[in-house]
């Protein structure tokens, strides 16, 4: 058997800053908890590395919490250059920079929420006033902006970009399309009509048959972000479309340079959100020598603490 550190106890020391734990982790031997400071290691990499291309991919369900502050952050300092998305992921911004959303619990009664007229997300409770009404009456007005403008056809980050625009730095404070405005980062939605948004365009088309939302000036944008790439990394929070989009482009240039996967799937059933990195490999989307780790965690407890011990660790680095 090959020489190896020995198993140390977290100590108090180590539970001072996320920093100081996630370093702990690494010599801790504490199952998971080392993925993640693996994790950290290699996200650091990544966002080190101003010549790579750095993808981020999530689903919209985390938007509905607070680590949505997480990913803003991210994003306002520049350490990703794409953002692939689910279309809920702009339902859950733009309302949220509205209305608020409060929070719940797994076991409430959903037939009295819904006679309430409340959704219920996990263990986060939404007024139907403050998601869908909200979304109709924001969208038909930006859409009715962008039409009087002339814009008769839109990629989904130029859509991105114009609810960004549209929010306002104030309103917009806390809102990813509005970081993703500001940093010109662009957020792509491959499935954009899953959701409210995609609605308020279907339902605004019935009467402007012209507007055009343009899935494949989306691809070739993306194909040309990955064939332009020196190397490409991802951190890939959740699976789905989000996370095959952004592995399945990337294969194209020979794989992902890295990648750091979180997810809570199993693998057993051969679903992608439950597959591993390692999968990957066979089919060209991560180069068999990459530097890769799958955390198996909730994204909600593994990104802030991934991101709090890197912004300590980078401080006032910034890649773009």
């Given at each position: 058997m090959p020489k190896r550190r020995a198993v140390r106890d977290l100590v108090p020391g180590d539970l001072v800053s996320p920093d100081r734990l996630l370093r702990?982790?690494?010599?801790?031997g504490g199952f998971s908890a080392k993925g993640v400071a693996q994790a950290a290691d290699i996200l650091e990499a990544q966002w080190r590395d101003r010549e790579a291309t750095n993808f981020l991919s999530f689903p919209a369900d985390i938007m509905a919490t607070g680590t949505r502050g997480v990913l803003v952050e991210i994003v306002r300092r520049g350490l990703v250059d794409v953002v692939i998305t689910t279309g809920g992921?702009?339902?859950?911004?733009?309302?949220?920079?509205?209305r608020p959303y409060y929070e719940g619990d797994w076991l409430l009664d959903d037939r009295a929420l819904a006679r309430k007229h409340v959704y219920r997300l996990g263990n986060v409770v939404i007024p139907q006033a403050n998601y869908g009404g909200i979304i109709e009456s924001r969208m038909r007005r930006l859409l009715?902006?962008?039409?009087?403008?002339?814009?008769r056809t839109l990629t989904t980050p130029e859509l991105v970009w114009a609810?960004?625009?549209?929010?306002?730095?104030?309103?917009?404070?806390?809102?990813?399309?509005?970081?993703?405005?500001?940093?010109r980062v662009p957020v792509f939605v491959p499935g954009p009509?899953?959701?409210?948004?995609?609605?308020?365009?279907?339902?605004?088309?019935?009467?402007?048959r012209d507007l055009r939302v343009d899935l494949f000036a989306d691809e070739q944008a993306l194909s040309d972000r990955v064939f332009e790439a020196k190397r490409s990394h991802a951190l890939i929070l959740g699976g789905g479309i989000s996370k095959h989009h952004t592995i399945w482009w990337n294969q194209f240039r020979g794989g992902l340079d890295s990648a750091v996967y979180v997810t809570t799937?199993?693998?057993?059933?051969?679903?992608?959100?439950g597959a591993r990195l390692r999968e990957a490999v066979s089919w060209g989307k991560l180069k068999p020598e990459a530097r890769q780790v799958t955390v198996e965690g909730d994204i909600t407890v593994v990104?802030?603490?991934l991101a709090g011990a890197l912004f300590s660790r980078l401080g006032s680095f910034r890649r773009r």
């Open positions: 702990g982790f690494e010599v801790a992921t702009l339902d859950h911004d733009l309302a949220r920079a509205w009715r902006r962008l039409w009087a403008d002339g814009k609810i960004g625009e549209d929010l306002g730095p104030e309103r917009g404070k806390g809102s990813l399309a509005r970081a993703a405005f500001e940093q009509f899953d959701g409210a948004v995609g609605s308020q365009l279907w339902l605004f088309w019935q009467d402007h799937a199993v693998e057993w059933d051969g679903s992608l959100s990104l802030p603490l």
